[in-house]
């Protein structure tokens, strides 16, 4: 993700999610590590869109969606991909062979298992071609809570 890219990111994520529509491009730039020049030509583009209204000391967030577009305008996925896979089988074959439990985010108790996935006491039989295509368990996307594996291969290419 390229630095103006991240920018936007948070400030959206500052607006959005903390509800804090008051930023001072120090602090972005501190948090983010970047220089203050690259945080304030990200947000001289986002005032001349009028997404921002710059003050002395700070800047108010006025329209979350116009940052959004722009950032959704720039923005190349295809980047951000680590990994990903092509499995030639039917989406209902491919959910009947994969564990009851969904995949979990890393988090510090699995870190010290040093363990990714919760998995049931006996694994699943898995025929060896589904086995030989599925990636393994460090490479694999999580299913976000109440998503299903099927979901999840028709979301990506």
Do not use: C
């Not at 979350?64 to 190349?76: D, E, F, M, T, V």
């Not at 989406?91 to 049931?120: A, C, G, H, M």
């Amino acid at each position: 993700m390229k630095k103006i890219e991240q920018v936007f990111r948070e400030i959206l994520y500052q607006a959005i999610e903390k509800n804090n529509q008051v930023l001072k491009q120090s602090e972005l730039a501190k948090k983010l590590g970047f220089s203050l020049s690259t945080i304030n030509l990200a947000v001289k583009k986002l005032e001349r869109m009028n997404a921002v209204k710059i003050s002395k000391m700070n800047f108010r967030v006025i329209n979350q969606k116009k940052i959004l577009y722009l950032w959704a305008s720039i923005r190349n996925p295809e980047k951000d991909i680590t990994y990903k896979t092509r499995v030639e089988m039917p989406v209902k074959e491919i959910e009947k062979n994969l564990p009851d439990k969904p995949f979990r985010k890393k988090t510090k108790e699995n870190k010290q298992k040093n363990f990714y996935v919760q998995s049931t006491a006996q694994k699943p039989a898995v025929s060896p071609f589904l086995e030989s295509h599925l990636p393994s368990p460090q490479h694999t996307p999580f299913l976000a809570e109440g998503q299903s594996a099927g979901q999840l291969l028709q979301s990506s290419p």
